[in-house]
């Protein structure tokens, strides 16, 4: 199996993927790539069985029929701001999250900047579609939605501060854990290692194809049957189990 991870950025400069080949109870890093076109992220995805982007895949339903409604005239809902900023899966992965200890929320795709890159992947995936590779939003096809820090969280490992430049000692701490949690069948070589410890783009990219072996092989959660349809529409975050770092090469 080969996985692609990509960290989805609203410019190439900053958008990274990174692909694991897992075969004989070992799993192999390629070198992450950064910055990464349209054109060159397509290729990747099509060459790969399953991919994890991080980023939302859709919109909250609330905010889609505020904004179509207002659009046309008529006036905008009563409704309460949280349920216009966060989508099903968003809710349902912060009260999981806070079952286990964890308090975080993701970012509001509706209210957040992180909304300029999901229209980079709303137009990624459209081109994937007319490319003949199937696109499901709630991850029945062979994309999944990720979100490594959530991961990062579950797995007891470094989840906050390792971004930009000033997260530079935090990320080499998350890669030495890393390295020391999947001694024996994840192969790190010093330039992957390097990469991860340099930009938090590369390093996302790597959890990211780690979140997507675990989806593909039933480590995460996915939608249940009440949110499926909603999930359809929005997508849905593919939270690992917490145990799943330790038994990826096995599944």
């Keep these: ?9 609203s410019q190439d400069a900053n958008t990274a993927s990174c692909l694991v080949e897992w075969a004989d109870g070992h799993a192999s890093v390629r070198l992450p790539c950064c910055p990464q076109t349209d054109e060159e992220l397509v290729a990747a995805i099509l060459g790969a069985d399953v991919t994890g982007i991080d980023i939302p895949f859709g919109w909250p339903d609330a905010f889609v029929r505020a904004v179509t409604r207002y659009r046309a005239g008529e006036g905008w809902p009563d409704v309460a701001p949280a349920e216009l900023c966060y989508r099903g899966t968003d809710r349902h992965l912060e009260a999981a999250l806070r079952a286990q200890g964890i308090k975080r929320r993701p ?6 900047r992180i909304a300029i890159p999901a229209m980079r ?14 696109v499901d939003r709630a991850g029945g096809g062979r994309l999944y939605e990720a979100y490594p820090a959530a991961a990062l969280a579950v797995w007891g490992l470094p989840s906050r501060g390792y971004k930009d430049v000033k997260g530079a000692e935090v990320r080499a701490g998350i890669v030495a854990l890393l390295r020391q949690r999947t001694e024996g069948w994840l192969r790190l070589d010093p330039l992957v290692e390097k990469a991860c410890c340099v930009s938090d783009h590369e390093l996302d990219a790597l959890i990211a194809a780690l979140i997507a072996r675990a989806a593909a092989v039933g480590l995460c959660t996915p939608p249940p049957p009440a949110l499926a349809e ?6 849905w975050i593919y939270l690992p189990a917490a145990d799943a770092l330790d038994r990826l090469a096995r599944g």
């Design 1 to 9: 199996m080969i996985t692609l991870g990509i960290d989805l950025a």
């Design 121 to 134: 992947a709303a137009r990624l995936l459209t081109r994937l579609a007319d490319r003949g590779v199937p």
């Design 230 to 235: 909603v999930a359809a529409r929005e997508g």
């Design 107 to 112: 970012l509001s795709v509706a209210s957040d």
